[in-house]
């Protein structure tokens, strides 16, 4: 595991991959919050739409965790921005991409990017930590969310009134992120050269079984977060256009509120977790944000978009808790847990959008948001989940520097 020895949080390297975060997922979001063009433009159902979201998030989370599983053996420091030429030449594809099966294609290329992307940049934000492990995951995931947050804005300002080919435009963006990364290149490369005594793996204080059936836990609360969060992403402006009767424009900036509470929360999940426990973060976030799905199909469109934004808030702080207490309990595999928990969330997030898509041309929009109101109840779960902070004081190991 190649975390840094000192105790030094270093900043400027989590603000670059936080920055390279912020455009790489701009670009992503901005294939979401365009649906509404392709599936007028392509004559596409809900369920076609499920499969463009399908096509990007597989890619990505069956990448992911193989190439967190060969980085931990075989650091890449360049990767980066590798992935990030792939994210680009996936948005130029789907800028002039004139059927369905060329729109999956570069949905696919975009999510390759992102597989190669967030398994080292997660590595990278934990070696900058200085020990404050989830504030260093918690700035370097805000930045991808605040991208999501930006996206459905530039969709509206920027591609929706100049047509699909503006994508185009935002190529620059990659290239930006390109330079950026090969920055961050260049201190992790530094970073590996440097002379590191010897020690062996660590391992979990839990027995396997134990471990086993934590991450099974972990995966259940995985499965509630990104099949609700799925629901938002991708059919929150149809559900609003529909239910509450209101025009595109208005609803990609509901879409916008839920994005901009998704930053923040995830902003502040992972101090609060270096200070009180991962394990109650999870707990809190995951069930405490029931009550609201429950009764968001029921409101109107003003208490609808404030109960949103807790939902969002509320939500995303649970995810870089999740990353770091995986971390935590399988110690020295970084890149493999990053890989899965970042593809987990990409594939959980794909096939729930692609299985609501269909549950909505079946059923209906407004009944994707009353089925999927009940999935934050398997929050109970996180009762199960050991407090591995008591298992490293009573095996004297060093816990994490307080944020």
């Given at each position: ?8 949080t ?92 060329l ?49 459905p ?35 992790y ?159 959980l ?5 692609a ?6 041309d079946?059923?209906g ?39």
């Amino acid at each position: 595991m190649n975390e840094s020895k000192t105790h030094q949080t270093h900043f400027g390297v989590l603000g670059a991959i936080s920055v390279a975060h912020l455009l790489n997922d701009t670009m992503q979001s901005l294939m979401i919050a365009i649906y509404p063009l392709f599936k007028s433009g392509l004559h596409l159902s809900f369920a076609r739409i499920g499969l463009i979201t399908l096509a990007f998030q597989l890619t990505a989370s069956l990448l992911q965790p193989l190439v967190g599983l060969y980085t931990d053996r075989h650091p890449q420091p360049f990767s980066l921005a590798v992935g990030m030429g792939c994210t680009l030449a996936g948005l130029l594809a789907l800028s002039f991409a004139d059927s369905f099966p060329l729109v999956l294609l570069a949905a696919a290329m975009v999510g390759t990017g992102s597989a190669v992307f967030h398994p080292e940049a997660s590595r990278v934000a934990r070696m900058a930590s200085g020990g404050r492990h989830g504030l260093a995951q918690s700035i370097f995931q805000v930045g991808g969310n605040a991208g999501a947050a930006i996206g459905p804005l530039l969709a509206a300002w920027i591609v929706l009134p100049n047509g699909q080919r503006s994508l185009a435009f935002f190529s620059l963006i990659a290239l930006v992120a390109m330079i950026v990364l090969a920055g961050v290149g260049l201190w992790y490369r530094d970073q590996q050269r440097r002379p590191r005594p010897t020690a062996p793996t660590p391992a979990s204080s839990l027995p396997s079984g134990r471990v086993r059936a934590t991450l099974a836990v972990l995966l259940a609360l995985m499965f509630s977060k990104f099949f609700y969060s799925a629901s938002l992403a991708s059919y929150l402006i149809f559900y609003l256009m529909q239910h509450h009767g209101i025009e595109v424009r208005e609803a990609q900036y509901h879409l916008f509120y839920y994005l901009f509470a998704v930053a923040a929360g995830t902003l502040l999940g992972g101090p609060i977790g270096d200070r009180i426990g991962r394990r109650q973060v999870i707990w809190v976030s995951i069930l405490g944000v029931a009550p609201f799905t429950l009764a968001l199909p029921y409101v109107d469109l003003g208490t609808s978009a404030v109960l949103v934004m807790i939902i969002g808030f509320l939500l995303a702080s649970a995810f870089p808790a999740m990353v770091v207490y995986a971390q935590e309990l399988l110690p020295g595999r970084i890149g493999m847990v990053s890989g899965l928990f970042f593809g987990l969330a990409f594939g959980l997030a794909g096939i729930g959008a692609a299985i609501l898509g269909l549950v909505a041309d079946h059923w209906g929009i407004e009944t994707v948001y009353r089925l999927c109101a009940f999935l934050p109840l398997l929050g109970l779960l996180a009762v199960f989940l050991p407090d591995l902070r008591v298992g490293r004081e009573s095996a004297g190991e060093p816990q994490p520097a307080r944020a």
